[in-house]
């Protein structure tokens, strides 16, 4: 079956160290999403990349990284310059940047 | 104000009730999503919409773009409906112009 597996589904780090969260979709999607997802507050977007090789920074994009080397990957490395880094992350896909999204089951990642 | 206000924030229904989530929007749009969340975290689309009625099996949805307003509907509402329902609105004719609602918390007890 087609879909996007998000891992680890719990990821605790501590402060200070940089961590990355893995995304893989085998729906062969050009647009891949990153998203943060906290208590209260819609979702906001991160990075997005609409084609292999090729990124945007979102809405909140600051002390994360990105990377999109091939087409059914798109990792999110957290690093220590961001401040809050404790939420829910999720990973979405779409055929093109007008399509529904379709979604991973997301990473709970707890810095302390 | 949120530029994507659902209501209610919370609803607790019998089995077997019609449900309607709200969804109101205050800036121009070029389709709007319904999505479903599970305890779990994953989220699910249910439909995308630009202008009139969507129907999958007990769940409609509807989009009324002059009055920047859709609704969800749920018919025979069933325990395995109970999840967090976020509307999302798509702006600038991109999908990564979203602006997601903070979403309702849908309880439907047997």
């Known amino acids: 079956d087609g879909g996007i597996t998000q891992s680890p589904k719990y990821l605790f780090r501590k402060e200070g160290q940089n961590v990355t969260l893995s995304c893989e979709q085998n729906?062969?999607?050009?647009?891949m999403y990153w998203y943060r997802q906290d208590p209260g507050q819609g979702l906001r977007l991160i990075y997005y990349?609409?084609?292999?090789?090729?990124?945007q920074k979102g809405d909140i994009a600051e002390g994360y990284s990105v990377s999109r080397e091939k087409k059914e990957s798109f990792p999110l490395t957290v690093t220590s310059a961001q401040k809050n880094p404790t939420a829910f992350y999720l990973c979405a896909s779409s055929p093109s940047g007008n399509s529904p999204l379709h979604f991973g089951n997301g990473t709970r990642l707890t810095v302390t | 104000k949120n530029e994507v206000e659902q209501s209610p924030q919370n609803l607790t229904a019998q089995e077997g009730e019609f449900i309607t989530i709200n969804c109101s929007y205050s800036v121009g749009i070029s389709a709007l999503h319904w999505l479903q969340q599970h305890p779990g975290g994953g989220i699910v689309s249910l439909f995308m919409?630009?202008?009139g009625k969507k129907k999958h099996g007990r769940l409609i949805a509807t989009i009324n773009i002059q009055e920047k307003h859709s609704s969800l509907h749920i018919t025979a509402s069933h325990p395995r409906d109970s999840a967090v329902y976020i509307c999302?609105?798509?702006?600038?004719?991109?999908?990564?112009?979203?602006?997601f609602g903070t979403g309702t918390l849908l309880a439907v007890q047997p």
């Open positions: 729906l062969n999607h050009d647009a």
């Open positions: 990349s609409q084609i292999v090789n090729d990124f």
């Open positions: 919409l630009s202008s």
């Open positions: 999302a609105v798509v702006y600038g004719g991109a999908t990564n112009k979203l602006i």
